[in-house]
């Protein structure tokens, strides 16, 4: 589903659209065309008015400092969050026979021929 919500074909459909001789170009979504980034800059754009009347922070009279926050304590995570259109790749198995190249053992337990 990684093109549906990036419009942006995989490696696979690239390699098969090279090997049938179709332009790669044409796979990929209308939002990445430079026709159409242009059409979305033609116009004017203005700046959103401030909603209520008055300027943002025209009540607040004293000095706008950062919030108070510490660092929660401890090593930080390693694994990050995903952003909207990444996708985990999934988990290979770790053992692989370097005999008979076969998974699920490992050279000391091979029991096929050589």
Not at 21 to 42: H, N
Not at 48 to 68: A, C, D, N, Q, Y
């Amino acid at each position: 589903m990684e093109f549906q919500t990036l419009g942006i074909p995989c490696k696979h459909a690239i390699a098969a659209a090279g090997a049938a001789e179709m332009p790669t170009d044409s796979l990929f979504s209308a939002a990445y065309y430079g026709e159409t980034w242009t059409l979305g800059f033609t116009g004017k754009i203005y700046p959103v008015p401030s909603v209520g009347g008055g300027e943002i922070g025209s009540t607040f009279r004293g000095e706008l400092m950062p919030p108070l926050c510490k660092r929660p304590p401890g090593r930080p995570k390693k694994v990050r969050i995903l952003s909207r259109g990444e996708y985990k790749k999934p988990k290979k198995s770790g053992k692989r026979c370097s005999r008979c190249h076969r998974e699920v053992h490992n050279k000391a337990s091979c029991k096929n021929p050589i």
